[in-house]
């Protein structure tokens, strides 16, 4: 399916929509304060994390959307709001009418995110002062609010594309997304943040419903490292100045959207050198193959494997075997990686090892496991584990 989207080079906001970023001094440089606006009330949804220590703006943000209704997004990276209790509530809450306030508008219109360290009290006094003025500095490239709300990303995250049959004319309505992630990602409703604008015509209830069906074979299928964030967000807001499109082809091309930009993600993990995507075939059901995707994208094991290019699989079997409560039949199991049969009947294949180690050097490995037992299909994305990862996350909260 993305494949045949009609992808904008470069990005573009939708009609009505955008953005402004600015350093507001939480960051010593680059830029730490983001803000999506839409010129119009928008229909809106959301999804967020499952975790039970949310941030402050998550609790605040699932009151929010219950209307659903939204107009702007605000954001700050280095400080996530997270294990600050009710003063922590009330800074998410003051951070949101400041952001009302600049845009003149009503404040339950306003999705307050943060991001960054966990336990640390948010400076909401330099926030403030960071928004002031920043409605006049709103404008159409989504890369620049992509880069307020990055922490340890290596780059901004946007990407744009054209919804219907008629790809990029100019009454084709648009599907802008924003996101962040780099670490602390792990499958669990919402990812990372992820924020969703178009300019098509839906109601809420409809955009609640394709967004999780979009996210869950998406980032919802994205690991980089096992751990589920505290502050994860995924928002879709629709403004409906293009007028109205039919949710099935709007649905098509919000999936190229997220499966898009759910590579770009785990290309960027923490310390990543290269992008795993693993496809489980021949489960007894889908529930099984999600299972066995997430382990064989989570396995430490399995994720060294690719980054050392060493063509160990008895890792691949060990990381499906673990999945103890999936109907796994050892003597079934063929694996494949970068197409190179590696495993068939459950034993190692007499593969030329040179040859899948050059495959594993591939800036994409792709990884095939067929389970051999019923018809149940997933796929899961992550990246390898390095001593990069190792060398941001020790010093995370100091640096």
């Known amino acids: 399916m993305d494949r045949h989207a009609s992808f904008h080079d470069p990005p573009r906001f939708p009609r009505g929509f955008a953005c402004a970023a600015t350093l507001c001094g939480l960051k010593s ?28 703006p998550v609790l605040v943000g699932r009151e929010l959307i219950a209307a659903g209704r939204l107009q702007a997004v605000v954001v700050n990276s280095k400080v996530s709001n997270v294990g600050t209790g009710s003063q922590g509530v009330e800074d998410a809450r003051r951070v949101g009418r400041a952001a009302a306030r600049e845009l003149g508008i009503d404040d339950a219109l306003v999705l307050m995110s943060s991001t960054g360290v966990i336990g640390v009290r948010l400076p909401v006094d330099k926030i403030e002062a960071g928004l002031r003025g920043l409605a006049a500095r709103l404008q159409d490239d989504p890369r620049v609010g992509a880069e307020g709300i990055m922490t340890t990303d290596t780059y901004p995250k946007a990407l744009s594309l054209s919804v219907g049959s008629a790809p990029g004319g100019p009454d084709a309505p648009v599907i802008t997304l924003v996101g962040k992630g780099s670490g602390m990602i792990a499958p669990n409703l919402a990812t990372m943040l992820v924020y969703a604008f178009t300019d098509a015509a839906l109601d809420a209830a409809t955009l609640d419903r394709l967004l999780r069906h979009a996210v869950d074979g998406t980032l919802n299928m994205l690991s980089v490292d096992s751990d589920t964030s505290t502050s ?42 290269r992008m795993l995507r693993v496809t489980v075939s021949g489960a007894a059901g889908e529930a099984d193959a999600r299972t066995v995707a997430r382990s064989l994208v ?78 149940g299909t997933a796929r899961a994305w992550g990246c390898d584990l390095t001593h990069g990862y190792i060398d941001e996350n020790a010093a995370y909260y100091s640096s």
């Open 29 to 56: 440089e680059g830029k730490d304060l983001a803000l999506f606006a839409s010129r119009v009330e928008c229909a809106a949804a959301a999804v967020f994390t499952r975790n039970k220590v949310p941030g402050a």
């Open 232 to 273: 994860d967000t995924c928002a879709l807001l629709a403004n409906g100045l293009a007028g109205p499109v039919h949710p099935d082809v709007f649905a098509d091309a919000l999936h190229a959207g997220f499966l898009r930009m759910t590579e770009m993600l785990a290309r960027d993990g923490e310390g990543a050198t």
């Open 298 to 375: 989570e396995s430490p094991l399995v994720k060294t494997m690719v980054f050392g290019g060493d063509p160990n699989v008895g890792r691949i079997l060990m990381a499906v075997g673990k999945c103890v409560d999936c109907h796994i039949d050892a003597g079934r199991i063929v694996a494949r990686i970068g197409g190179a049969l590696v495993v068939e009947r459950g034993e190692r294949s007499p593969f030329l090892d040179d040859a899948v180690r050059a495959l594993l050097q591939e800036d994409e490995v792709d990884l095939e496991v067929d389970l051999g037992v019923g018809p």
